[in-house]
């Protein structure tokens, strides 16, 4: 339990701009959903086994005492980590999560959102393009390189997406300001007709994620980043923004 816990909170919570996940257990997957409070990132994941205590529909609310809890070292080694249920609607799901530690004298209930309030608190969003025009697996060079470009031009909240030449080239700024650009990816094989722009900060962060990332660009206007942890295939897909 401490396991999908974890890569949770560190694949939502950990970024910045994720506070709250909607859970879906059904009896052959595990989903889990989140959106930024700007919209600039949906998430929609699914466990690689489903997660047979998270069944039902609930939220699960103010991720950094989540977080806390897990990081609390009382609850480091043996601890008891138990999905509370209780029967709603005629219906048995998960209300909360119960800590306690190995001696049984250090004891917290983080408490899950009920399925009416996270329905109408997280509405499932879709991207509805055609497919991705663009596929490939960003280097850590590339991310690195990305990074640095950021920090020269800390004053920008987006960078422009073109491809020139077969590549995938980043810009920052433009002629009326300080600028820069380089090549994010060699031999992209797909084309963007559309230049778009994307937050700085989200695509650092996602990229920054421990696993295997994988990235797509739809000329419509949409990037995903796939991000698989191990036990969770991660999907966050900005819309493409306007500066």
């Known amino acids: 339990m401490k396991d999908i816990l974890q890569d949770i909170v560190t694949h939502t919570h950990s970024l910045g701009f994720l506070s709250t996940v909607k859970v879906t257990g059904e009896e052959l997957a595990t989903t889990i959903e989140a959106m930024a409070e700007d919209r600039s990132v949906i998430l929609n994941a699914k466990t690689h086994a489903p997660v047979n205590e998270f069944s039902g529909v609930f939220g699960m609310p103010n991720l950094d005492k989540l977080a806390l809890h897990l990081k609390n070292p009382e609850y480091k080694e043996n601890a008891k980590i138990n999905v509370i249920k209780s029967t ?104 963007l007709k559309h230049s778009w722009m994307w937050p700085v900060n989200q695509v650092i962060s996602i990229l920054g994620l421990d696993g295997t990332a994988t990235m797509r660009i739809s000329d419509q206007g949409a990037m995903q980043i796939t991000v698989d942890s191990g036990i969770t295939e991660y999907n966050y897909i900005l819309p493409a923004q306007s500066k």
Do not use: C
Request: aromatic share 12%; hydrophobic share 35%.
């Open 88 to 191: 709603r609607n005629g219906s048995e799901i998960p209300t909360s999560l119960h800590f306690e530690n190995t001696t049984s004298d250090f004891v917290n209930d983080y408490r899950f959102m009920s399925t009416e309030v996270i329905n109408e608190k997280l509405k499932s969003v879709k991207f509805k393009g055609n497919g991705w025009d663009i596929e490939f697996e960003p280097s850590l060079a590339s991310i690195t390189r990305l990074k640095l470009q950021a920090q020269v031009h800390s004053e920008e909240q987006v960078f422009q997406v073109k491809t020139e030449d077969g590549n995938l080239v980043f810009f920052f700024g433009d002629a009326s300001t300080h600028a820069g650009s380089f090549v994010f990816q060699h031999d992209v094989g797909g084309k």
